[in-house]
């Protein structure tokens, strides 16, 4: 197969994260002999430094010529620490989403068995939990109407769905949910908000057309508390842009590091991959940000073209990463000296020789590098 793949690597780690994602394709290339090709462009800070816009003109047109986007992360303190700048690096993100048209936010929520011991959370509580959360990305107070009184003392953020937005999601998440376990809990607060309550009313009449899947309800306040609780509950969540943003951060306690969720945003004509986490600027260049959400993204990304052969060697070499504690130091507190790339080259040298066993483990704390 041949895809052309826009690079957006973003600020911060974004660009070492990024960077191992990009390897592990070229493996994936070679190994079931693809051709993938990859062009960079900036978004963001980086972008605002070099143009003054978060989303040059050039990056978007790219992103719009290519199959599929790979997504570093965004955002930098001059910016977070500054309420009153009128361009900020976020803004780059939500114009991409919208844009495109990238609606749907899926972000899989899974806890390793040989990470139980990593989350704050008990192994008991947390041991088989396999959510896949489906957040609509491009309505909602995000996106809504934004009003500041002329004496600075008043704001408001409106936040507006239709039921077209609602429905297209949601035949999205349920159409997932039949090739899991066969349940869709909708996060809301009808009990509150109006638009909540336009959800439930349209989530509730597309179930009809799911009849083998089981339709649940939760306010978001209770779900938030559940997904502690016992997160092994729920199956597919489906829910609102802010609410889900809010939930699936909330969610990476359960795998022990917001390092390990991986997400996608699609539309109808175009895909992006991304991981969850935001651009850990206290981490640049300093070789400890974790890649496998991004790595888990770049599977994602295969996924999506059909290509789950390729995707599940990926995830395999990170399963492998894990179980022999080749991670940096947010999950690996003996060896923490494991750098961001040594865990791409890991997982790169896994994919060209998946039967190796456990022979280059050394070779990664030694420093080596693991391709001849």
């Known amino acids: 197969m041949k895809l052309k793949i826009a690079v957006l690597p973003g600020d911060g780690v974004g660009p ?19 051709t993938f090709q990859f062009k960079y462009a900036p978004v963001g ?5 070099e143009t003054g816009e978060p989303l040059p003109k050039t990056t978007l047109d790219l992103c719009k010529a290519t199959d599929a986007i790979l997504f570093g992360a965004i955002g930098d303190p001059k910016y977070d620490n500054d309420p009153s700048a009128k361009v900020r690096p976020e803004q780059g993100l939500l114009k991409l989403r919208k844009e495109l048209g990238l609606y749907a936010n899926i972000r899989p929520v899974k806890a390793y068995d040989t990470l139980l011991d ?14 896949c959360i489906y957040r ?4 909602g107070i995000y996106f809504g109407e934004k009003k500041l009184s002329d004496d600075g003392n008043t704001a408001s953020d409106l936040c507006e769905y239709t039921r077209a ?16 376990k066969r349940k869709v809990t909708l996060v809301d607060k009808a009990n509150v908000l109006e638009s909540s309550r336009l959800w439930r009313r349209v989530v509730t009449e597309v179930s009809q057309e799911y009849k083998d899947v089981k ?10 508390m559940q997904i502690i609780l016992n997160p092994k509950q729920f199956d597919v969540i489906l829910t609102e842009n802010m609410f889900g943003d809010i939930i699936s951060d909330e969610a990476s306690v359960i795998g022990g590091s917001i390092g390990l969720l991986a997400s996608a945003s699609v539309g109808d004509y175009f895909a992006m991959f991304e991981p969850i986490h935001g651009s850990y ?11 496998i959400a991004s790595i888990l993204s770049a599977a994602m990304l295969l996924d999506h073209f059909g290509l789950f052969e390729e995707a599940e060697l990926i995830r395999e070499g990170v399963e492998r990463s894990l179980k022999l504690n080749i991670t940096t130091p947010d999950l690996n507190t003996k060896f923490n000296h494991i750098s961001t790339s ?6 790169e040298d896994f994919i060209n020789n998946p039967k190796d066993n456990n022979m280059n483990f050394t070779n990664i704390h030694l420093g080596q590098s693991t391709i001849i």
Not at 16 to 34: G, M, R
Not at 342 to 347: H, L, M, S
């Open 136 to 139: 609509e990305l491009t309505g």
């Open 215 to 224: 339709l649940d309800f939760l306010f978001v306040d209770n779900a938030a």
């Open 342 to 347: 040594k865990v791409g080259d890991f997982i």
């Open 118 to 131: 990593k989350s704050p959370l008990k192994r008991h509580i947390i041991k088989g939990t396999d959510i």
């Open 45 to 49: 800070a980086v972008a605002i430094d």
């Open 165 to 180: 937005e609602i429905e297209r999601i949601t035949h999205l998440a349920f159409k997932s949910a039949q090739s899991r």
């Open 16 to 34: 070492e994260v990024t960077a191992q994602a990009v390897k592990v394709l070229k493996a994936i290339a070679q190994e079931f002999d693809h």
């Open 281 to 291: 600027p206290q981490a640049k260049d300093l070789g400890i940000a974790n890649p």
